[in-house]
């Protein structure tokens, strides 16, 4: 061996050393939880929970950053680039770490430049409208919609999934909307409910506490079967638009490179977390579907995000989807 050879075997060593005595001290400081979108909405609120009942796992505060802008790829951004020793943290969901990518020439690949930690949660979508909008059902509604050309839909930004359920649903039912986009869908439902646009798509865990005040309506959930928190609303299937699924599924990530145990203690932290009842009890009242305990891991996330990147990306791209 020669001595060069041996200088790189004994720095490999050393940094095989260093990285095992990093993981097995972390953490030794807060962790920042990246949240690609404004406060108060459906993502903030998942992360706030999960942070919250990691932190009493880790022994360290997790504090939640949103970071918003372009649909949530700038938040996604800066945690794909963040070091890679685990105090950096990225929480999206099946906009930010799947549609995006066939949507935006993003500065960090997807796949490459992050690394599964856990699958959380998942939530349907509804079908909501301001109060004030006379229609009593989707029919009348669809019908509403194409008497009124200038009718506003509110969104998360474009290729968010309230953007992508809105294009489906022109396509299907051949009526016409002004996309209107926010920095998140909270601005989007605030402006909702103050009648400033008319209709958008939304997360049941946000939407359903004002659904159930009676500052919006709803006409129709994104799913296969009726929401057991929300038994009166029906299905797409039940109000004749079959095959309008959209279950935006939520999970966490490190940087690229982040050392396997990190990722372990992180996993853990969030599966702990998931199962403690208050964490529960919320998750269900906000009308979240928990993954199987056998699901909320590492392998299963990346898989998921693997499979839903190579069914999607094609039909995002035939819809003729692109950032503006």
């Known amino acids: 061996m020669t001595g060069f050879s041996r200088i790189a075997v004994a720095l490999a060593v050393l940094s095989a050393v260093i990285s095992a005595a990093a993981a097995e001290d972390y953490p030794s400081r807060p962790i920042t939880m990246i949240v690609p979108f404004a406060a ?9 929970l999960l942070a919250q009942a990691m932190s009493q796992t880790l022994g360290q505060n997790v504090v939640v950053e949103d970071v918003t802008g372009a649909a949530g790829t700038v938040g996604v951004g800066r945690a794909a680039h963040a070091a890679a020793d685990g105090y950096t943290l990225s929480l999206g969901h099946w906009s930010t770490h799947v549609a995006n990518g066939a ?13 599964p930690i856990t699958l959380l949660p998942s939530n349907p979508m509804l079908i909501i409208a301001r109060s004030s909008l006379p229609a009593k059902d989707l029919k ?15 969104t998360a930004g474009v290729g968010s999934g309230s953007h992508i359920a809105g294009v489906y649903f022109e396509k299907l039912t051949g009526a016409q909307v002004q996309f209107v986009p926010y920095r998140g869908t909270d601005p989007a439902l605030l402006d909702l409910m103050a009648g400033r646009i ?24 994104t799913a296969k079967t009726r929401l057991p928190s929300l038994p009166d609303i029906p299905t797409v299937d039940e109000v004749g638009l079959p095959g309008l699924y959209i279950n935006i599924w939520y999970g966490l ?72």
Do not use: C
């Open 40 to 48: 108060g909405g459906p993502t903030d609120v998942i992360g706030r």
């Open 198 to 221: 008319d209709v958008m798509f939304d997360q049941v865990s946000e939407a359903s506490q004002k659904l159930q005040d009676g500052r919006i309506r709803a006409f129709a959930v």
């Open 103 to 115: 949507i935006y020439k993003l500065p960090y690949d997807l796949l490459d430049d992050l690394s």
């Open 253 to 324: 990530w490190a940087p690229k490179g982040t050392a396997a145990d990190i990722i372990a203690k992180l996993d853990k932290a969030a599966v702990a977390a998931m199962a403690e009842p208050t964490v529960q009890k919320r998750f269900s009242e906000l009308g979240l579907d928990m993954p199987p305990r056998n699901q909320q891991t590492p392998q299963a996330l990346g898989a998921l995000q693997k499979a839903e990147i190579e069914k999607w990306w094609p039909i995002i791209k035939a819809a003729g989807i692109q950032a503006e």
């Open 140 to 154: 009348e509604l669809v019908s509403w919609i194409k008497d009124h050309p200038h009718t506003t839909m509110g």
